[in-house]
């Protein structure tokens, strides 16, 4: 076996750590998963055949994204070649809810019962995944060049220049949510949609100050397209938890003046 920096290597397989990592998030994902359906009173057998959906359209979504807005061009064999790098969270983020979308339909099951499982073990998954950014050198914050700043893990070495390691951040803050989300799913909320909606926003918010300090960001024109995403959800999670409180409320009334006849 031959150890590098970024992986190793057994009879000439080459095994990366960034993929080993994903591959422990997506586990750890479904397990988690697993055991908060009882909150919502589905089966553990719902998550497995989720997962078949929304695991390899995860990872399909997260090359076309990539693809999309890298600044190389890419032909047609090399979009396929996913083991040379080249994935992005909020692709896989789209490609999971897709997923979902289907699954749900095909299997008469409510969507919001599913997301708001599906957002805790999501965010487990990507604190976990943000982890492999380091060993593939990849998601780098902008170059630092005060020497009272280069130091690990608050910098990073790529490739001989020190960057802020904004995969940790955004690691750390991933698995503070998944925490919080935990607790919230098992103790206190139960009203459909509004876990979906904290995580639009909480993952919004986080990504889009996050973004601010990457240093390998993909852009649309002029604009970080991560960072314009994170606002555009975070609006939507807001727009989503006004509507479902909203509802609730109204639902409430309605029972008193009921209960009052």
């Known amino acids: 076996m031959k150890l590098v920096i970024d992986g190793f290597s057994i009879f000439g397989l080459e095994i990366k750590f960034y993929g080993i990592l994903i ?12 055991k908060l359906v ?4 589905l089966k553990s057998d719902d998550i497995i055949v989720l997962a078949l959906y929304v695991l390899p359209l995860a990872i399909v979504g997260a090359r076309l994204y990539y693809v999309a807005f890298s600044e190389h061009s890419y032909t047609f064999w090399e979009v396929f070649q996913i083991w040379n ?5 909020y692709g896989g983020v789209i490609g999971g809810a897709v997923g979902v979308v289907l699954y749900c339909l095909i299997h008469k099951k409510n969507f919001f019962d599913i997301a708001d499982i599906a957002v805790v073990a999501l965010i487990l998954g990507q604190g976990i ?14 170059e630092v060049t005060d020497p009272s700043l280069m130091w690990f893990p ?4 790529i490739n001989g220049v020190w960057h802020l390691s904004t995969f940790f951040y955004e690691s750390i803050c991933d698995f503070i949510i998944f925490f919080v989300f935990l607790w919230l799913f098992k103790n206190k909320v139960r009203t459909r949609g509004v876990m979906m909606s904290l995580y639009f926003i909480c993952y919004g918010a ?23 995403l994170s606002l ?28 009052g006849i």
């Open 23 to 34: 591959a422990i998030g997506m586990v750890l994902g479904v397990f988690v998963a697993c």
């Open 38 to 41: 009882k909150y919502r009173k």
């Open 85 to 89: 790098g080249g994935m992005a969270i």
């Open 129 to 142: 995944g943000r982890i492999g950014c380091y060993f593939s050198s990849c998601c780098y914050g902008i």
């Open 154 to 157: 608050l910098s990073t070495q």
């Open 206 to 228: 986080v990504r889009c100050i996050i973004e601010t300090f990457r240093g390998d960001s993909l852009y649309i024109g002029s604009l970080k397209v991560s960072q314009l």
């Open 232 to 259: 555009l959800l975070m609006l939507l999670g807001i727009i989503l938890l006004i509507i479902i409180y909203t509802k609730r409320r109204k639902a409430n009334e309605s029972n008193k003046d009921i209960k």
